[in-house]
């Protein structure tokens, strides 16, 4: 049985849902009363591969939302307990989505192995970041030519370069062979530890890199008070929106400029599930975040195993072979001609 925990993208989402589902009390508490709630197994689901083999799941809202970031112990134990539950009810592997694998990681919550009574197995979890990078990678193999953009000559930006996913994706870029990547964070060190690693790339800060780049990945957080000058865009200019939450579009939004939101992917049918509503996909019965497919890819595979855990440790190998599963069970990743955007028309 594959698992999902996730979380409203707002107090104010949250609360709205609560009041569709019947949870008056919920709807009308503040935010304290959310804090000290439990997670809850809102969801459960039976999903059938191209293949034809079925797999039963279950969504676990961890009762988080980004509101309570600044509240770290708060943060901290609604993961745990989010992830005891999906242990207690016997889930086989389970995946961190939105904030929770961000939490669990900068929050060094391998430390925390005991929640309550129950000893947390490592094995039954992953953050699905693996797969996020091979659909990010494959976004912009597809995407980019349908611009006119030529990657064998096309600059590059990874925004976020230096992290899990931004690593991962400088490395499966590399290996296809592009013009040139352009790696950008905030902090020096870990970029110079990156370039020389993969013994090419050029760092640059976020002013400088956008209006060189063909392409933009963005594979970070972005602050709210981010401002991007669109005018010294390229155009065209393919932009993949990979972090989370996926506020991009009102930022870059410029004729030329093609925004896409990155490592989704669309399942062969409808699920039949309400899961992602609250995400706010385009098509919520059959689109999802790539991380919570791992989850499902690695049940339909039976790998059970933390396939994407710590950070920086994606192998191309395993790339390849979540990329390779993913199109076999009926996944393909979001395209910009699935988005109907007017910087579509003007493509
Ligand atoms: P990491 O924490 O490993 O990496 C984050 C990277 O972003 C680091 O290189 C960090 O470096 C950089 N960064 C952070 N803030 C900024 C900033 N303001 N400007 C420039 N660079 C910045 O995270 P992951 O790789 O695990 O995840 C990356 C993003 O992808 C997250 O937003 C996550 O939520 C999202 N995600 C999306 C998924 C999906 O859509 N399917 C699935 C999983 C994750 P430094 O701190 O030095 O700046």
């Known amino acids: 049985m594959f698992g999902l925990i996730g979380h409203s993208t707002s107090f104010e989402d949250a609360r709205r849902k609560a009041r569709e589902l019947g949870y008056e009390e919920y709807a009308d508490g503040d935010l304290d009363m959310w804090c000290a709630a439990p997670p809850q197994l809102v969801e459960r689901v039976t999903v059938t591969s191209r293949t034809g083999k079925q797999i039963q799941g279950a969504y676990i809202d961890s009762v988080f939302v980004p509101e309570m970031l600044r509240r770290f112990k708060t943060?901290?134990?609604?993961?745990?307990?989010?992830?005891?539950?999906?242990q207690k009810s016997g889930i086989t592997i389970t995946a961190l989505g939105g904030f929770t694998s961000i939490i669990f990681e900068d929050m060094n919550l391998l430390k925390e192995e005991r929640v309550s009574a129950v000893e947390l197995d490592w094995q039954r979890f992953t953050t699905g970041n693996t797969h996020t990078a091979w659909v990010i990678c494959q976004q912009v193999?597809?995407?980019?030519?349908?611009?006119?953009?030529?990657?064998?000559?096309?600059?590059?930006?990874?925004?976020?370069?230096?992290?899990?996913?931004?690593?991962?994706?400088?490395?499966?870029?590399?290996?296809?062979?592009?013009?040139?990547?352009?790696?950008?964070?905030?902090?020096?060190?870990?970029?110079?530890?990156?370039?020389?690693?993969?013994?090419?790339?050029?760092i640059l800060g976020l002013e400088e890199a956008l209006p060189e780049a063909?392409?933009?990945?963005?594979?970070?957080?972005?602050?709210?008070?981010?401002?991007?000058?669109?005018?010294?865009?390229?155009?065209?200019?393919?932009?993949?929106?990979?972090?989370?939450?996926?506020?991009?579009?009102?930022?870059?939004?410029?004729?030329?400029?093609?925004?896409?939101?990155?490592?989704?992917?669309?399942?062969?049918q409808d699920i039949g599930w309400q899961m992602m509503e609250v995400a706010e996909m385009a098509k919520p019965q059959r689109q999802m975040f790539a991380c919570f497919a791992e989850a499902m890819l690695l049940d339909f595979e039976e790998l059970y195993t933390n396939f994407s855990w710590g950070r920086n440790n994606i192998s191309l190998e395993a790339m390849d072979r979540i990329g390779e599963a993913s199109l076999r069970h009926g996944f393909r990743a979001l395209a910009l001609s699935d988005q109907a955007t007017p910087a579509l028309a003007t493509a």
């Open 75 to 86: 943060a901290k134990r609604k993961v745990l307990k989010a992830m005891e539950l999906a």
């Open 141 to 202: 193999e597809t995407n980019a030519p349908a611009l006119g953009i030529d990657l064998a000559s096309a600059k590059v930006a990874v925004v976020g370069a230096s992290g899990d996913i931004g690593s991962a994706v400088c490395r499966y870029l590399q290996r296809r062979g592009i013009g040139e990547l352009l790696l950008v964070a905030r902090r020096p060190q870990p970029l110079i530890e990156l370039q020389a690693n993969l013994g090419e790339g050029r």
């Open 214 to 268: 063909d392409v933009v990945v963005w594979v970070a957080s972005l602050p709210q008070s981010l401002q991007i000058d669109t005018s010294s865009l390229k155009k065209p200019c393919l932009m993949i929106d990979g972090g989370y939450p996926k506020n991009l579009d009102s930022k870059a939004a410029a004729e030329g400029v093609h925004v896409l939101k990155g490592g989704i992917v669309e399942f062969w």
